[in-house]
């Protein structure tokens, strides 16, 4: 139906008793609900990133990857799988008679006990692993000497809750060929008397990240992140470790990761000893 444009409509005739200002004040506040609006839902939008939805941080199954080189060391972070490369090679971990399944990289950190000592550490450090450990620790009467790690990081806490037992318990901790440990897993393999890698270990930081729960105000976000990488750079130097491992963590973004080359590892003393591809994991004797 058409509109007589001779005869003013309802809205011209509404408009025109409106008081001289209010509309365009109205127009205003309008605009200004829709801006806070977008704000908050972009806002919401960066509080979802942190529980692990920024792209390319949800990946299952495995993703190629080139090895780091001393120019290029930044791969995207993998918190629910693990980094493999063309050429491919096996992972052998203490306690397992094949190399572990990519999806346990997303369930609770689980301890197997190997032969002679050995040990393997594989899963997510959430909140209580540490306590477990300590318990697995006990209930082997203490006969773990040498543990590996396969691990996308996790709880900074536990991390380093971990790390300080393994040095009490002076246990040598190793990443071997094709391991993944990523984010806060090099700080418990920072705690190891010693520390093993092989050539071909996958061992990367990034910056410190929390979920929407436990920051409160983006000020308080930003003063608990200082915070605890200050409480990790001081642990990595009482471990021994340069804490310039830590400058590198808090220079790359969290869907990303620095992985470290042999070179770097030895350099900055994250790794005592450095194995071959031959080593293939295995216990150095």
């Not at 444009?5 to 205003?28: H, V």
């Not at 050995?118 to 773990?144: C, P, Q, Y």
């Not at 021994?240 to 830590?246: E, L, M, N, T």
Request: net charge positive; proline share 7%; charged share 20%.
């Amino acid at each position: 139906m058409l509109m007589n444009a001779d005869k003013p409509g309802a809205f011209e005739r509404a408009m025109a008793r409106l008081p001289e200002g209010l509309f365009l004040r109205s127009l205003f506040t309008g605009l200004l609900a829709a801006t806070i609006t977008i704000f908050a839902l972009d806002f919401r939008d960066v509080l979802q990133s942190d529980r692990g939805q920024t792209p390319g941080m949800t990946r299952l199954e495995p993703v190629t990857m080139e090895r780091p080189s001393s120019r290029d060391h930044l791969r995207p972070y993998l918190p629910w799988t693990s980094p493999v490369t063309r050429e491919g090679g096996s992972l052998n971990l203490p306690g397992f008679d094949r190399p572990p399944d990519h999806g346990m990289l997303r369930e609770k950190m689980s301890f197997k006990l190997g032969p002679d000592g050995t040990a393997s550490a594989v899963g997510l450090i959430e909140s209580g692993t540490a306590g477990e450990f300590e318990r697995f620790l006990a209930a082997s009467k203490d006969k773990v000497r040498w543990l590996a790690l396969h691990s996308p990081g996790g709880s900074v806490p536990d991390a380093l809750a971990m790390s300080r037992l393994i040095r009490k318990h002076e246990i040598t901790t190793a990443v071997p060929s094709n391991g993944y440990c990523a984010s806060s897993c090099p700080l418990v393999f920072a705690g190891g008397s010693k520390r093993e890698a092989g050539n071909g270990a996958w061992i990367g930081v990034h910056q410190i990240y929390t979920i929407d729960s436990a920051i409160g105000t983006i000020h308080d976000g930003m003063a608990e992140g200082q915070k605890i990488s200050a409480v990790c750079q001081q642990h990595l130097n009482e471990m021994g470790v340069d804490p310039q491992v830590w400058v590198h963590a808090m220079r790359t973004p969290k869907h990303q990761i620095y992985v470290f080359t042999p070179k770097e590892l030895k350099t900055f003393k994250l790794a005592t000893h450095v194995h071959g591809d031959d080593a293939k994991g295995k216990r150095k004797s």
